[in-house]
């Protein structure tokens, strides 16, 4: 499999540089022999952040990362605003996506409530197929 192209990411600078005090301090981050893949590239991350930011060699550094910390704790309501809004119709209830409304492959389920009622669901075929026990039969 060939190489994955590179990634162009852009944060504010007051996200880069708490991003980077957390990496330059989280020795417990990727612990573990599976993580090694992880830890490889918050490293690499971390190093790309070290090599943007000259906030990181400010005699005030420690003021400048407080001062970048409160406003990002300030802005965080502009967090929900950025977030794009939720499609309208039904999303698959097993991995979250937008399911289209002519979209094929798309199976309901109806749960009973126990007041009598009962609740839909909807769920891309295939991921209810990955769900549910192999034995089960599904139509
Ligand atoms: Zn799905």
Redesign the pocket.
Known sequence: MDKLPDVTLTLSGDAALVLDAALSRSDDLGRGPSSVPEQIALLELDAELERRLTATFAPDYDAVLQAARQRLVSQGGALESAAPPAPAGWM?C??G?HLADAEAGVAELHLATGDGGTQALR??S??LRRQVHPRVPLL
Do not use: I, M
């Open positions: 698959c097993f991995c996506q769920c891309h295939r991921c």
